[in-house]
């Protein structure tokens, strides 16, 4: 059988890394309100691609325990 990541959790479980890359992108973007063109072209991405990935690591974090 295909073991797969968090398939033990319901489907609204996985939207957490979702939500987590919008709030890093939020945050990211709010942060270089007043900075120059290309912090604000390059750190709001950076930003919703780190929380996506602490997404990731908190859904895994509350598959193992569910398990």
């Not at 957490?16 to 919008?22: D, G, H, L, N, Y």
């Not at 919703?48 to 325990?65: P, R």
Request: with cysteine.
């Amino acid at each position: 059988m295909d073991d797969r990541f968090a398939t033990n959790l319901s489907w609204y479980y996985h939207a957490i890394p979702f939500i987590t890359a919008i709030l890093g992108l939020i945050i990211g973007n709010v942060l270089v309100q007043d900075y120059g063109p290309f912090l604000k072209t390059i750190f709001p991405s950076i930003c919703l691609i780190i929380g996506g990935y602490g997404g990731l690591i908190v859904l895994g974090e509350i598959s193992e325990k569910k398990k």
